[in-house]
């Protein structure tokens, strides 16, 4: 006999006919991990009542794109610093060095408190780019998220060697032999944790793959069905090389190829031809609105660089499939939301577009329409019991008449309070049942103050963490007291 909860929630965000609704003082039924009923009242007896009347309940965030990793170790690091010949990308000239000084056990304290900040953050389901793909899949298994995990693989790499100039050096037969590992990971996920940890497939940068290794990738993510995510059109020197190559952009080379299409996820897309910084002319938001291609949207991590999408409102206007992902550090979906709709408008100068809706809409049913499961990002008999619970009553989520605006808007990750993944409560008031947060962020830290000595191995110029990324103020002098 299946296990029936009954959730009595001050607010429900509920889904019906296409589309979220609000539903005061609703009832949500669970058998086990499934959503059976909602409405006002209960459609039969039940096992067990829970009283979240104090509660917004929303569905689970989707985040499709992440490097859990490595990203923690981004944070106090990367922001403020970038060079201008790279566009203030830090691809070439920073995250090599970052990426050179982690060693696997910084990788694994990265990826322990990376599920403790999703879980906090209203991360339900996570989409992982990385390459310890075994240890993320036993972990995410372990905490309860719902996780998607690649291997990522790629013919080649970019680097600097004089700080002015990106280069590539290739090997294609590793990355044909990375492809294999990155495939055979997809078999070892397939049935994991009655499905809730799978695989998917993820070449790395549109620049530092063959058109072989690519089409390959998309011929086995179509046999699969598996999503199959690239890097493309996410900084000016890749457009550019892109262009240099083969006189065409990022995504017409793609489209050309026969790369996109509705297992396809481009993160970040934000270099298309019309983006004032390549100032090019040609519709890549069609590529991408025609084939089903969906968007990895992650505003955040550009956004304190000083780089911006123009604009996730002609994006969603045009009808691509927009999703919400975070990327690198702060892996929050809250800030995701935020900073998705408060750039769309600023990148149009236009208020009433890139709404609440618009960014809510990318963080649940835009995830999910990428993944084909039409069970997630939604709170409707028949789907899965992906839920949060915010705090109605806090001092952020007050007054409250329009409970997304809030969330988007105003909402703290300390309002969220309660997080449900198939069913599981994996956060209760606050308190991630699976781990000790405080346990994970120490380990963090030593692995922070063990990485930041090493940094310099790695870097083009062999400079010290300090001189890449000068401290924000001098260190007090005693001397002078
Ligand atoms: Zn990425």
């Not at 017409?252 to 298309?272: D, K, Q």
């Not at 604009?311 to 998705?340: K, N």
């Not at 899965?384 to 007054?399: E, I, R, T």
């Not at 000790?436 to 191995?457: C, F, I, K, S, Y």
Request: hydrophobic letters at 40%; a negative charge; one cysteine or more.
């Amino acid at each position: 006999m299946p296990h029936r909860t009954r959730l009595d929630a001050g607010i429900v965000i509920a889904y019906q006919r296409g589309s979220h609704t609000v539903l005061t003082g609703g009832v949500v039924v669970l058998e086990d991990d499934r959503i059976v009923h909602v409405g006002r009242e209960a459609d039969g007896p039940v096992d067990e009542t829970l009283d979240l009347r104090d509660r917004l309940l929303t569905p689970g965030f989707i985040n499709t794109h992440t490097h859990l990793a490595g990203s923690p170790l981004d944070k106090s690091l990367v922001e403020d610093v970038g060079k201008r010949q790279f566009q203030y990308s830090a691809l070439p000239d920073m995250l090599p060095a970052r990426a050179a000084a982690n060693d696997r056990q910084m990788m694994e304290a990265c990826v322990d408190y990376s599920l403790v900040e999703l879980l906090r953050t209203g991360t339900t389901t996570v989409m992982e780019i990385g390459s310890i793909g075994d240890y993320m899949a036993d972990a995410a298994e372990r905490t309860g998220l719902r996780a998607y995990v690649a291997d990522s693989y790629r013919s080649g790499r970019w680097f600097s060697d004089d700080g002015r100039s990106v280069k590539y050096e290739w090997d294609e037969a590793q990355g044909l032999r990375d492809f294999e590992r990155a495939l055979a990971l997809v078999e070892r996920l397939r049935g994991r944790a009655e499905g809730r940890v799978q695989g998917f497939l993820s070449p790395a940068q549109v620049d530092t793959c063959t058109e072989e290794l690519l089409r390959a990738s998309k011929q086995a993510a179509d046999e699969l069905q598996v999503p199959l995510a690239l890097h493309a059109s996410q900084s000016v020197f890749e457009f550019d090389e892109m262009m240099r190559r083969h006189a065409l952009t990022p995504l017409e080379w793609l489209e050309g190829i026969g790369f996109l299409g509705e297992w396809t996820i481009l993160g970040h897309a934000l270099m298309t031809a019309g983006h004032s910084w390549v100032q090019f002319s040609g519709d890549d938001l069609s590529l991408l609105a025609e084939s089903g291609t969906a968007v990895a949207h992650c505003p955040w991590v550009f956004a304190r660089r000083g780089v911006m999408m123009e604009s996730f409102a002609d994006y969603v206007a045009r009808g691509v499939t927009m999703t919400l992902g975070t990327d690198t550090s702060t892996q929050s979906m809250i800030e995701a939301l935020r900073w998705a709709a408060v750039l769309g408008k600023l990148s149009k100068r236009q208020t009433d577009v890139s709404t609440a809706r618009d960014v809510f809409d990318a963080a649940t049913t835009g995830g999910a329409r990428l993944l084909h499961r039409p069970d997630l990002g939604r709170i409707a008999n028949g789907c899965k019991a992906d839920l949060l619970a915010w705090d109605l009553g806090s001092l952020f989520m007050v007054p409250l008449r329009d409970p997304i605006r809030n969330l988007v808007y105003s909402a703290q990750a300390e309002d969220l309070l309660d997080v449900m993944v198939d069913g599981r409560w994996l956060m209760r008031d606050r308190v991630v049942l699976s781990a000790d947060e405080r346990a994970v962020a120490a380990r963090l830290q030593r692995e922070g103050e063990r990485m930041w000595p090493q940094m310099h191995v790695g870097d083009w110029a062999g400079r010290s963490v300090d001189e890449m990324s000068p401290l924000t103020y001098p260190a007090f002098d005693t001397s002078l007291a």
